[in-house]
């Protein structure tokens, strides 16, 4: 069962337009949601994360949206940059003494120059 | 700072081979340790977490087995590999809900 989706697997986007990558979730349990970068053989980077408590959380060119009635985060990019070009993972994480995170299956972004 | 170490960084090994990946993490003590997988075009899968030396939880069943011997040292095997387990594996340390990943292994099961 797959609690965290990512329902598109790629994105091509124009570079200095908008990026916006979709998260839904089914575990209402989850009160802390992350999002991941992540380039071709490397290990995947934190990027920006938003508590539950929160709607939104800003971090430069990054923010992150929560929908919690909806069960729905997305993570916003602007201007896009072709350096942003990599997959982009969401990742929620609930209460949980082992601080337990799932990881949806990731949206490759492409930033066309 | 911490830092994760994760050797060897390719490995292409044949089916029914024996499999030893090693992970170790510098600059933390007690950190909650994780292995993941991602497959060709899946998600990241959590494969087995520990909290504490000998401690582990496995996620999902397979023929994949880990040990914590040590405080920063985590290992995952195998006694016969799969085809299915080729993939990308990760090791990760988690404070508070952020992880903090490894470069990773890429193994190839031929």
């Known amino acids: 069962d797959q609690q965290v989706k990512q329902n598109s697997p790629s994105l091509s986007v124009q570079e200095g337009r908008i990026s916006i990558l979709n998260c839904d979730y089914t575990n209402s349990m989850f009160d802390y949601f992350l999002w991941y970068k992540k380039y071709p053989a490397e290990g995947p980077t934190f990027l920006i994360s938003?508590?539950?408590?929160?709607d939104k959380n800003e971090d430069g060119r990054f923010t992150v949206f929560l929908n919690k009635s909806a069960k729905h985060l997305s993570l916003h990019i602007v201007p896009s940059q072709p350096g942003d070009s990599a997959v982009y993972f969401c990742?929620?994480?609930?209460?949980?003494?082992?601080?337990?995170?799932?990881f949806g299956t990731g949206t490759k972004l492409q930033v066309i120059p | 700072s911490q830092t994760i170490h994760q050797w060897p960084a390719t490995l292409v090994q044949p089916v029914g081979s024996p499999l030893s990946l090693e992970c170790t993490v510098e600059?933390?003590?007690?950190?909650?340790l994780y292995w993941y997988r991602q497959a060709a075009g899946r998600g990241l899968q959590l494969l087995f977490y520990?909290?504490?030396?000998?401690?582990i939880s496995s996620e999902v069943p397979q023929n994949l087995s880990a040990s914590r011997p040590q405080d920063r040292q985590f290992i995952l095997s195998s006694k016969k590999l799969l085809l299915s387990d080729s993939g990308f594996y990760l090791c990760t340390w988690g404070d508070s809900y952020e992880q903090y990943f490894g470069p990773g292994t890429r193994l190839t099961v031929t």
């Open positions: 600059g933390t003590s007690n950190p909650n």
């Open positions: 990742a929620a994480g609930g209460s949980g003494g082992y601080q337990k995170v799932t």
């Open positions: 520990s909290v504490g030396i000998g401690q």
């Open positions: 938003i508590s539950s408590i929160k």
